[in-house]
């Protein structure tokens, strides 16, 4: 993986489940790695739109690469200056072990934290 191609800097966050019988349900994201070089591609010119069960979701998919990590897990959520992304797809190991791959999405729900 070239070091040049990884031209954006990403934070991987991972849900810490919170404790309690008010906050069940509820939960805050912790930071596992700050400033991981990375490459994001948009894999859609603009934002897609659509509905689903009544509350309207936008969604910007991207495919990301990073050198390889054994920590990365489908549940975790990447964070590049304000944008928000969710692991949708992966990761999977490219190579032997030279990087990883996920596609991720932006997403937004009304009342919901991402």
């Known amino acids: 993986m070239k070091a040049g191609s990884l031209d954006r800097r990403v934070d991987i966050q991972r849900k810490t489940k919170a404790t309690g019988v008010r906050s069940a ?29 009544g509350v309207s979701i936008a969604r910007r998919p991207a495919r990301v690469r990073m050198r390889y990590r054994e920590d990365v897990t489908p549940d975790m959520r990447l964070q590049m200056g304000t944008r928000l992304m969710r692991i949708v797809a992966g990761p999977i190991e490219l190579g032997r072990r030279e990087g990883i791959e996920m596609v991720v999405e932006d997403y937004t729900a009304a009342g919901e934290d991402p």
């Open 25 to 53: 349900g509820k939960g805050t994201w912790t930071t596992v790695a700050e400033s991981v070089p990375a490459n994001v591609q948009d894999m859609l010119p603009s934002r897609a739109e659509r509905l689903a069960e």
